[in-house]
T-cell receptor, first 118, second 108 residues
């Protein structure tokens, strides 16, 4: 149980285009999902917290107009990188909270999406 | 915000050797996790360990919450243990903050 999927697993796009990444909780309903970004040889950095039915909360320094987050259902959150540039190339990972599990075990991580902007 | 430090940043082991990875954090936390990130990027949860000691096969972890540190022990290392090990703490706002990681290479 507690599986989180991401789609696509990798994507290559041209500079200036927009890319949408999906994060799904497959066997539980996730009231909260989190989006992380990881540059090569670096750690994961939290970008934003996505709550179902409400606006996402962005971390300091993350442009909300560039990284659009939509959590339209209890099993799906999407991250859209708008007008992507080469510096947006990164590994994007989502996690989802299972509210039915103990608080210390509620976050499950997806396999990540590698984005390369040419 | 909470600062998370890990040491050493890089570690090279001969297969069969033991190692200890350390995680220090600057404030009290609700939870602490150890992850192994494999070469494909997948995060594999090793331990949820806000305090105390846990063991799982060749791996064990100890967290001393009052002193704000955690240790991950790897015994009889294998080449498949290679990868990056992250310590991550959960704050009172339910945010997970990752440390910088320890990159482990186990050579035959």
């Amino acid at each position: 149980g507690a599986v989180v999927s991401q789609h696509p697993s990798w994507v290559i796009c041209k500079s200036g285009t927009s890319v949408k990444i999906e994060c799904r909780s497959l066997d539980f309903q996730a009231t909260t999902m989190f989006w992380y970004r990881q540059f090569p040889k670096q750690s994961l950095m939290l970008m934003a917290t996505s709550n179902e039915g409400s606006k996402a909360t962005y971390e300091q320094g993350v442009e909300k107009d560039k990284f659009l987050i939509n959590h339209a259902s209890l099993t799906l959150s999407t991250l859209t990188v708008t007008s992507a540039h080469p510096e947006d190339s990164s590994f994007y990972i989502c996690s989802a909270r299972d509210p039915d599990r103990p608080i210390q075990e509620t976050q499950y991580f997806g396999p990540g999406t590698r984005l390369l902007v040419l | 915000g909470i600062q998370v430090e890990q040491s050493p940043p890089d570690l090279i082991l001969q297969e069969g050797a033991n190692s200890t990875l350390r995680c220090n954090f600057s404030d009290s936390v609700n939870n602490l996790q150890w992850f192994h990130q494999n070469p494909w990027g997948q995060l594999i949860n090793l331990f949820y360990i806000p305090s105390g000691t846990k063991q799982n096969g060749r791996l064990s972890a100890t967290t001393v919450a009052t002193e704000r540190y955690s240790l991950l022990y790897i015994s009889s290392s294998q080449t498949t243990d290679s990868g990056v090990y992250f310590c991550a703490v959960t704050t009172s706002y339910d945010k997970v903050i990752f440390g910088p990681g320890t990159s482990l290479s186990v050579i035959p």
